[in-house]
């Protein structure tokens, strides 16, 4: 069908048809059916009630196929200009399939794999008439009292980096052609989110400029570079400024340095919240200052509804940022080809593989994504062994985290299923053992979400506890699964105590009475502390919220059919009051000698050692790996022609594997001071049995450039230490180059 023209089109538009676009709203102000329905949310939401909903530019987390079909079909037969709407809704890391959480897929530093399980998801939403999903969150976090860390790639700025392209590279397709079986992507949330003081949700972000283009911008500009779509707005102040009401971030930094034309869409009611922020005195305020920073759809509010046609009639807003807004959302219509076909994916489902083939596509991934933490050999287990399978998450399906609300929890494998392959009846018990909670009110759900205690039962402690321990007395070994609430991680839930919840400590200590081995599979949706258990165990392993088959992989690794290979992608404390605590920290004048050295006018605390339980990049497996012998082809090079560093590593084992070989760089001497080491690059490199290889990495000026205090982004003269290693903590393998 011809390419519909656009300004034509906006020209016939009124200003009431304009200003609908850039609204959005949820299910059910176009529940098909009673226009009744629509009048009820609208008087709630605020909306005049002669707002005409069929002048409406998008609709929010409509929640099937189905649905999405009748809103678009009654939507089309009563608007006047046939302007489709477009379908957005959150699916972050799943659709019906879910993929382990993005903290755990950041683990695996398999980019490809994720890029495809991001394919995989497109495909499937593709087939259910979506367009737009809200992902990929690419919030940096330090701080995992911020229970959003679930959704994001963790800490480090490289691996943000590669994770969003490769995020976007999935949902969009090549080349950002969203072509058929792909879905427009939209970054989240611009900007800097994942920074709040305190670590508590929504709360105030303050940092230096510096900071926000060395660390938090990297991964929103690599999604941008690879075509992202859409930009949503955080609730969050940058600094004292609201991010949706912010000039400087959206139209200097994302529009200009950026480069972004696309559609801007603040995150739910964000733009109301401007008032309680207190930068405006009123909505009327708040629709002008949003739409001068160039938002373009405010998400489920009625301040662009209730305002913008008064802001233009008095003259407070020129009617060219309303059009330009406008544009950009019936542009994105028009790249989606909604126009020429508004069921797109609906007519013609995209042929979708398989439930086999996305299992083996979502397994290639889950498998790296579990991170094994400890293990004095007890793994993997000897199947002639007794074992007695305990914890509240041992029969729990549907583990998806809390941003997969499409999940389909039966096509999910709880880890009871997946280990009964392994094991005959007589060789596997299983007992609860423990609540995960015995209060979930603190979640802080509405009474109108139902009854908290139909939603999450609490069994008798005492007998859960007196059932475990009867189950465990008769076995060799006892493998815990164990954890958070699926809704104590996710939006909403910081914490000031990571540790596990006290019913489950307390059954691990009973436990641990009977002298057996022990083995914990924890599953939570950010690093928890873990000081207090640790030692009760033989081993662990760190598995997230693993998704639709992620207990597959994870009973595949307890047996040793599956080698683990996840590093972390965040640092894990010791001490809650190391927190914020990650590898990439900068220097100290007075740095410590060594962790237990206790010489006092050092940068230490007097409590607790520096040094986090488990660091970033740290990950076992049943290999043996050593990675030794680093060198570069040359040790002073110019701007145009950087080294290529290379080391040698070697499997001491009859066990096949996979190690993440990992590149740091430490600046030596700069014009600011450059923090103790930071990733550049890193391989997946697979080893057979007692084999030995030379693995390579060809630097790039990209790597030694920093923003300096006056924002100037460049690489300066000087040495810098180059590691090759399999963690942050261990740089000794290192050589030292000079940039001329
Ligand atoms: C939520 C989240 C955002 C999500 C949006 C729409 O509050 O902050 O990540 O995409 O609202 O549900």
Redesign the pocket.
């Given at each position: 069908m011809e390419k519909i023209n656009l300004q034509s089109l906006l020209k016939q538009m009124s200003i009431e048809e304009k200003v609908g676009q850039l609204v959005q709203l949820p299910t059910e102000f176009f529940k098909a059916g009673e226009t009744t329905e629509t009048t009820g949310p609208l008087e709630k939401l605020g909306l005049s009630k002669d707002y005409n909903v069929f002048n409406t530019g998008s609709a929010?987390?409509v929640t099937n196929a189905k649905l999405i079909k009748e809103i678009q079909s009654n939507f089309l037969a009563n608007s006047k200009h046939k302007i489709p709407l477009l379908f957005m809704a959150?699916i972050i890391y799943g659709n019906k399939t879910v993929m382990p959480i993005p903290l755990a897929q950041s683990c695996s530093f398999d980019f490809e794999a994720i890029k495809d399980c991001a394919s995989l998801i497109a495909a499937e939403s593709y087939n259910d008439g979506y367009h737009v999903t809200?992902s990929p969150?690419l919030d940096i976090v330090r701080d995992p009292r911020w229970g959003r860390v679930m959704e994001s790639f963790g800490e480090d700025v490289y691996v943000g980096k590669q994770f969003a392209k490769a995020m976007i590279q999935g949902f969009q397709g090549e080349n950002s052609k969203l072509s058929s079986g792909h879905l427009a992507a939209c970054l989240?949330?611009f900007a800097c989110y994942g920074a709040p003081l305190a670590g508590r949700d929504y709360g105030a972000v303050d940092l230096s400029l510096q900071q926000f283009y060395e660390v938090h911008l990297p991964a929103y500009k690599a999604a941008l570079d690879n075509g992202c779509k859409m930009v949503?707005t955080s609730?969050n102040t940058i600094n004292g400024v609201p991010a949706t009401g912010n000039k400087w971030l959206n139209r200097k930094v994302l529009r200009k340095e950026l480069n972004f034309d696309g559609v801007l869409i603040t995150?739910?009611a964000a733009i109301k919240e401007l008032v309680v922020h207190g930068v405006v005195a009123d909505e009327y305020e708040a629709a002008k200052l949003a739409m001068e920073c160039g938002v373009d759809i405010d998400?489920k509010t009625a301040v662009f509804a209730n305002n913008i046609e008064k802001l233009i009639a008095n003259e407070d807003l020129n009617i060219d940022l309303l059009d330009e807004a406008v544009l950009r959302v019936l542009r994105l219509k028009e790249e989606l080809g909604l126009f020429s076909n508004p069921y797109r994916g609906l007519e013609k489902p995209v042929s979708e593989q398989s439930v086999e083939d996305k299992k083996e596509t979502v397994l290639n991934l889950a498998r790296k994504t579990s991170v094994l933490l400890k293990n004095n050999g007890i793994l993997p287990l000897d199947t002639k062994k007794k074992i007695a399978l305990i914890g509240p998450h041992a029969e729990l399906k549907g583990q998806f985290g809390m941003w997969a609300f499409l999940g389909e929890r039966e096509l999910s494998v709880d880890l009871k299923s997946a280990l009964e392959k392994y094991f005959t009846a007589d060789k596997l018990s299983y007992a609860e053992g423990s609540n995960i909670l015995l209060d979930y009110s603190n979640l802080g759900f509405s009474t109108n979400a139902g009854d908290i205690s139909k939603l999450f039962p609490v069994k008798n402690q005492e007998d859960l506890e007196k059932e475990a321990l009867a189950v465990a007395q008769n076995s060799d070994i006892i493998v815990l699964a164990i954890g958070e609430s699926m809704m104590e991680s996710g939006?909403a839930a910081s914490k000031t105590d990571l540790r596990l919840s006290q019913p489950q400590r307390n059954l691990i200590k009973k436990l641990a009475k009977l002298n057996k081995p022990m083995v914990a599979l924890i599953y939570a949706g950010r690093p928890l502390l873990l000081s207090d258990i640790e030692e009760y165990f033989a081993a662990i392993l760190y598995t997230w919220f693993p998704g639709t088959y992620g207990n597959i992989a994870n009973a595949e690794i307890l047996v040793g059919e599956c080698n683990p290979s996840g590093k972390l992608s965040m640092t894990f404390p010791k001490n809650m009051g190391q927190i914020p605590i990650h590898y990439a920290t900068y220097r100290s004048g007075r740095p410590i000698i060594a962790d237990d050295v206790a010489y006092r006018f050092t940068s230490r605390y007097l409590d607790c050692s520096n040094a986090p339980l488990y660091p970033f990049g740290y990950g076992l497996n049943y290999s043996n790996f050593e990675i030794t012998n680093i060198k570069s082809n040359k040790y002073e090079f110019t701007k145009d022609s950087l080294p290529i560093i290379s080391a040698t590593i070697t499997n001491n084992s009859d066990i096949e594997g996979c190690e993440v070989v990992q590149l740091y760089i430490k600046d030596d001497v700069a014009s600011i001071s450059r923090p103790i080491s930071e990733l550049k690059a890193t391989q997946r490199v697979q080893m057979a049995a007692w084999q030995s290889k030379t693995v390579e990495f060809k630097l790039e000026i990209e790597d030694l450039k920093f923003y300096n205090n006056e924002l100037d982004y460049n690489s300066e003269p000087g040495t810098f230490t180059v590691s090759i290693s399999n963690c942050s903590n261990d740089l000794e393998n290192h050589v030292i180059i000079k940039l001329l």
């Open positions: 929010l987390n959150d809200f969150m989240k949330h949503m609730f995150d739910y998400m939006e």
